[in-house]
């Protein structure tokens, strides 16, 4: 049973061009969070999708950035016209539909703007 | 709204000493506790969390916490250290009973152990 994918592992743009982050959760993990790291801090929620829904983005810039999590395929975040100050690692992050709060994380996308 | 201190950032220490990382937390409600610890360029794995029961908990690599309710605490030890366990390692907090589960993060301590 495979663990969280994400791909790609490493991820280099230029100043306005489009990221796209895709994530594929554990085999039976409906749910999918996305969680931002900058250098020298802790992870920081950005949002909380299931199947077809957006849950809560409470942690989501607004502007430039999207998520979804179709009902085939993996979840993606979006960024689009990325500024140097998106430079970070994005964990994804998936759990089963109890709430025992078993969350598995990718190895995550180091995504570097230059 | 919940918050997350790790008093140390960084905390350096001989290989087959004992080591304590620091965890406070702020919550108004109640909480699921959580230690999880980052190697280089890798994903988050979680080391151990407290739902409820005994607040003491023992978790993968020889590493334990205790639950201190009346202190808001959660410090993470291992009597014994080895020099694989240099990594930097997060405490975590959820709120009980909320529908999102969405984790909130301390800054991390990185833990050096020298031989």
């Known amino acids: 049973n495979a663990g969280v994918m994400q791909n790609p592992r490493h991820l280099v743009r230029r100043r306005g061009q489009e990221a796209r982050l895709r994530c594929s959760p554990m085999?039976?993990?409906?749910?999918v969070y996305w969680y931002r790291q900058l250098p020298e801090e802790g992870l920081k929620f950005m949002v909380y999708l299931q199947k077809e829904n957006i849950i809560d983005e409470s942690g989501m810039p607004k502007e430039r950035f999207s998520a979804e999590f179709p009902k085939e395929g993996p979840s993606i975040l979006r960024i689009q016209q990325v500024v140097r100050g998106d430079s970070a690692a994005y964990f994804c992050a998936s759990r089963r539909d109890t709430a025992n709060y078993g969350y598995t994380f990718g190895s995550g996308t180091r995504l570097t703007v230059v | 709204a919940q918050s997350v201190t790790q008093l140390d950032s960084q905390v350096p220490v001989f290989e087959e000493a004992p080591v304590e990382l620091r965890c406070n937390y702020s919550?108004?409600?109640?909480?699921?506790l959580f230690w999880y610890v980052q190697y280089p360029n890798q994903g988050l794995q979680l080391l151990l969390k407290y739902l409820s029961g005994s607040t003491l908990v023992k978790g993968i690599n020889g590493f334990e916490a205790e639950f201190n309710k009346s202190q808001t605490s959660f410090h993470l030890r291992k009597p014994s250290v080895h020099i694989s366990d240099t990594a930097e390692y997060f405490c975590a907090v959820s709120t009980y009973g909320g529908s999102q589960g969405n984790l909130i993060f301390g800054k991390g301590t990185k833990l050096s152990v020298k031989p």
């Open positions: 919550s108004s409600v109640s909480v699921y």
């Open positions: 085999k039976g993990h409906s749910h």
